[in-house]
Protein backbone atom coordinates (compact mmCIF):
# COMPACT_ATOMS: atom_id res chain seq x y z
CA UNK A 1 0.00 0.00 0.00
CA UNK A 2 1.11 2.85 -1.15
CA UNK A 3 1.44 6.21 1.84
CA UNK A 4 -0.78 8.93 1.16
CA UNK A 5 0.63 12.67 1.82
CA UNK A 6 -1.46 14.52 4.12
CA UNK A 7 -3.33 17.44 2.55
CA UNK A 8 -1.31 20.50 3.25
CA UNK A 9 -3.47 22.79 5.29
CA UNK A 10 -3.00 26.64 5.53
CA UNK A 11 -3.82 28.55 8.31
CA UNK A 12 -5.11 32.52 7.96
CA UNK A 13 -2.51 34.60 9.11
CA UNK A 14 -2.79 35.50 12.98
CA UNK A 15 -4.65 38.38 13.78
CA UNK A 16 -2.80 41.02 15.02
CA UNK A 17 -4.18 42.43 18.56
CA UNK A 18 -4.01 45.78 19.30
CA UNK A 19 -0.76 46.21 21.03
CA UNK A 20 -2.60 47.68 25.06
CA UNK A 21 -2.91 51.42 25.44
CA UNK A 22 -1.34 52.27 28.53
CA UNK A 23 -4.33 54.38 30.94
CA UNK A 24 -4.36 58.05 30.42
CA UNK A 25 -1.49 59.23 32.75
CA UNK A 26 -3.12 61.44 35.98
CA UNK A 27 -2.14 64.90 35.97
CA UNK A 28 -0.19 66.28 38.77
CA UNK A 29 -0.90 68.49 41.78
CA UNK A 30 0.44 71.39 40.74
CA UNK A 31 -1.37 71.25 36.91
CA UNK A 32 -4.77 70.69 38.89
CA UNK A 33 -4.29 73.58 41.03
CA UNK A 34 -3.73 75.78 38.36
CA UNK A 35 -6.77 74.72 36.44
CA UNK A 36 -8.87 75.09 39.19
CA UNK A 37 -7.24 78.27 40.03
CA UNK A 38 -7.76 79.75 36.63
CA UNK A 39 -11.30 78.22 35.74
CA UNK A 40 -12.12 80.59 39.51
CA UNK A 41 -12.86 77.69 41.88
CA UNK A 42 -9.74 77.10 43.82
CA UNK A 43 -12.38 75.58 46.36
CA UNK A 44 -11.95 72.46 44.32
CA UNK A 45 -7.91 71.88 44.31
CA UNK A 46 -8.29 69.72 47.65
CA UNK A 47 -11.46 67.50 46.56
CA UNK A 48 -9.31 66.88 43.16
CA UNK A 49 -6.06 66.05 45.19
CA UNK A 50 -7.95 63.04 47.32
CA UNK A 51 -7.25 61.00 44.27
CA UNK A 52 -5.42 60.60 40.60
CA UNK A 53 -7.43 61.99 37.97
CA UNK A 54 -6.67 62.55 34.28
CA UNK A 55 -7.05 65.74 32.22
CA UNK A 56 -10.41 64.54 31.02
CA UNK A 57 -11.22 64.09 34.23
CA UNK A 58 -10.20 67.49 36.08
CA UNK A 59 -12.20 68.87 32.34
CA UNK A 60 -15.68 67.09 33.75
CA UNK A 61 -15.52 68.63 36.80
CA UNK A 62 -14.64 71.70 36.22
CA UNK A 63 -17.33 72.34 33.78
CA UNK A 64 -20.24 70.83 36.11
CA UNK A 65 -18.59 73.47 38.14
CA UNK A 66 -19.12 76.03 35.79
CA UNK A 67 -22.51 74.94 35.06
CA UNK A 68 -23.50 75.16 38.81
CA UNK A 69 -22.17 78.38 39.33
CA UNK A 70 -23.51 79.27 36.12
CA UNK A 71 -26.96 77.97 37.45
CA UNK A 72 -26.62 79.89 40.97
CA UNK A 73 -25.93 82.89 39.25
CA UNK A 74 -29.01 82.98 37.03
CA UNK A 75 -31.24 82.17 39.55
CA UNK A 76 -30.24 85.02 41.73
CA UNK A 77 -28.51 82.34 44.27
CA UNK A 78 -24.92 82.58 43.12
CA UNK A 79 -23.93 82.32 47.43
CA UNK A 80 -25.41 79.19 47.25
CA UNK A 81 -24.29 77.88 44.17
CA UNK A 82 -20.98 78.51 45.20
CA UNK A 83 -21.10 76.41 48.86
CA UNK A 84 -23.07 73.86 46.39
CA UNK A 85 -20.28 72.95 43.98
CA UNK A 86 -17.40 73.27 46.46
CA UNK A 87 -19.40 70.57 48.88
CA UNK A 88 -18.85 68.79 45.25
CA UNK A 89 -22.77 67.88 45.18
CA UNK A 90 -23.90 67.12 41.63
CA UNK A 91 -25.07 69.16 38.56
CA UNK A 92 -28.74 67.71 38.50
CA UNK A 93 -28.82 68.44 42.78
CA UNK A 94 -27.61 71.49 42.54
CA UNK A 95 -29.88 72.50 40.11
CA UNK A 96 -32.97 71.48 42.31
CA UNK A 97 -31.56 72.70 45.43
CA UNK A 98 -30.83 75.92 43.73
CA UNK A 99 -34.18 76.11 42.09
CA UNK A 100 -36.10 75.42 44.95
CA UNK A 101 -34.23 78.02 46.76
CA UNK A 102 -35.66 80.90 44.37
CA UNK A 103 -38.92 79.98 44.29
CA UNK A 104 -39.49 80.14 48.40
CA UNK A 105 -37.62 83.62 48.18
CA UNK A 106 -40.13 84.04 45.11
CA UNK A 107 -42.97 83.34 47.42
CA UNK A 108 -41.83 85.30 50.25
CA UNK A 109 -42.33 88.09 48.25
CA UNK A 110 -45.55 90.20 49.98
CA UNK A 111 -47.73 91.59 47.38
CA UNK A 112 -51.45 93.11 47.28
CA UNK A 113 -53.27 91.01 44.74
CA UNK A 114 -56.24 92.52 46.39
CA UNK A 115 -55.90 95.68 44.48
CA UNK A 116 -57.17 97.87 47.73
CA UNK A 117 -56.64 101.23 46.69
CA UNK A 118 -58.82 101.56 43.88
CA UNK A 119 -58.45 101.62 39.69
CA UNK A 120 -55.19 103.16 39.00
CA UNK A 121 -54.92 106.82 38.22
CA UNK A 122 -53.41 108.28 35.24
CA UNK A 123 -50.05 109.70 35.42
CA UNK A 124 -51.24 112.73 34.05
CA UNK A 125 -54.84 114.40 33.53
CA UNK A 126 -56.50 114.03 30.51
CA UNK A 127 -56.16 116.77 27.72
CA UNK A 128 -59.60 118.68 27.06
CA UNK A 129 -58.87 119.40 23.22
CA UNK A 130 -61.65 121.70 23.10
CA UNK A 131 -60.48 124.16 26.09
CA UNK A 132 -57.32 123.77 24.00
CA UNK A 133 -58.78 125.04 20.85
CA UNK A 134 -60.73 127.83 22.47
CA UNK A 135 -57.54 129.52 24.12
CA UNK A 136 -56.16 128.99 20.46
CA UNK A 137 -59.15 130.59 18.72
CA UNK A 138 -58.66 133.33 21.56
CA UNK A 139 -55.73 133.65 20.95
CA UNK A 140 -55.67 133.91 17.44
CA UNK A 141 -58.82 136.96 17.62
CA UNK A 142 -61.42 134.15 15.82
CA UNK A 143 -63.38 133.85 18.94
Known amino acids: MEEMA ?11 LPAPTAPPAALEAHAIAR ?54 VSLSTARSLINEAAVQADEAIVTDPTHSGGPPQPSHPRINSAAVYARLNAAQGKG
Open 6 to 16: APAVTFPPMAT
Open 35 to 88: MCDEAGVPELIVSMLRQPMTLKQVEGQLEEARLILQCGTLMGQPTMGRKLMAAG
